[in-house]
C-alpha cells in the first residue's frame, strides 16, 4: 500500500509537470510514465433522476488533458488505447451538491459501463446548498478499448439530482 501511495504522488507529479511544460520542453519524456490521462469538468450540469442505490454517469462536459494511450470520446469518459492488459491507479477529487438535503451521495468508477462497488466513496451533505467534496482513489486493470467513467448515486428513496461543481480525475499506470 505504501509504494502503491509513492507511486500515485509521484505520477500526480509528474502529470502535473508536463501539464505544465512548455511546448518546447525537452527534458519530460513520456518514458517515465507509460499510459495515462486526465479530465476535469469545465461546465457543471446536474446528473438527474437518481434513485436510491441506481448508479448513473456522472453529469456536464468534460475536458481532457495530458492524453497518452488514451482518448477522450465522451464526457466523463477515458478509453484505453494501448496494446497489453495493465494496472492503473485513477485518482479522482470531486466538490458537488445535491437538490436535497441530508443526502448521502455515493460516487464509483465505472469500467466498461459498470459501476465498481470496490471503488465507492461517499459522503454526507446536510443541506442542498451545502458544496461536499471528496477524494476517489481506485486501482483497475484496463484492456485495449476498455474505458472508465465516474458514477454516481444517492441514498434517499426519492428521485433527486447530484452536481459535480468542480471534478478532476487522473489515470496512471
Known amino acids: 500500500m505504501k509504494n502503491r501511495i509513492l507511486r500515485i504522488v509521484l505520477s500526480v ?9 512548455p511546448a518546447s520542453s525537452t527534458y519530460i519524456t ?10 476535469y469538468v469545465s461546465s457543471a ?28 470520446t465522451s ?24 437538490s436535497q ?12 459501463g459498470t459501476a465498481d462497488a470496490t471503488s465507492e466513496v461517499g459522503r454526507k451533505l446536510g443541506t442542498g446548498s ?3 467534496a471528496l477524494a476517489l482513489v481506485h486501482e483497475i486493470s484496463l484492456a485495449t478499448n476498455d474505458w472508465i467513467e465516474i458514477f454516481t448515486t444517492l441514498d434517499a428513496s426519492t428521485t433527486d ?12 499506470e
Open 30 to 39: 513520456s518514458e517515465a510514465i507509460l499510459s495515462y490521462g486526465g479530465f
Open 130 to 132: 451545502d458544496l461536499g
Open 13 to 21: 507529479l509528474f502529470i502535473g509537470a508536463l501539464i505544465a511544460a
Open 45 to 72: 450540469a446536474a446528473t438527474g433522476n437518481i434513485t436510491a442505490a441506481t448508479y448513473l454517469i456522472l453529469g456536464g462536459t468534460t475536458t481532457a488533458f495530458a492524453l497518452n494511450h488514451f482518448t477522450h
Open 101 to 112: 438535503s441530508n443526502e448521502i451521495a455515493r460516487f464509483r468508477v465505472a469500467k466498461n
Open 161 to 172: 439530482t447530484i452536481t459535480a461543481d468542480k471534478m478532476v480525475c487522473l489515470i496512471v
Open 75 to 98: 464526457p466523463n469518459r477515458l478509453t484505453y488505447t494501448g496494446t497489453s492488459t495493465k494496472v492503473f491507479d485513477i485518482v479522482c477529487s470531486i466538490s458537488f451538491t445535491s
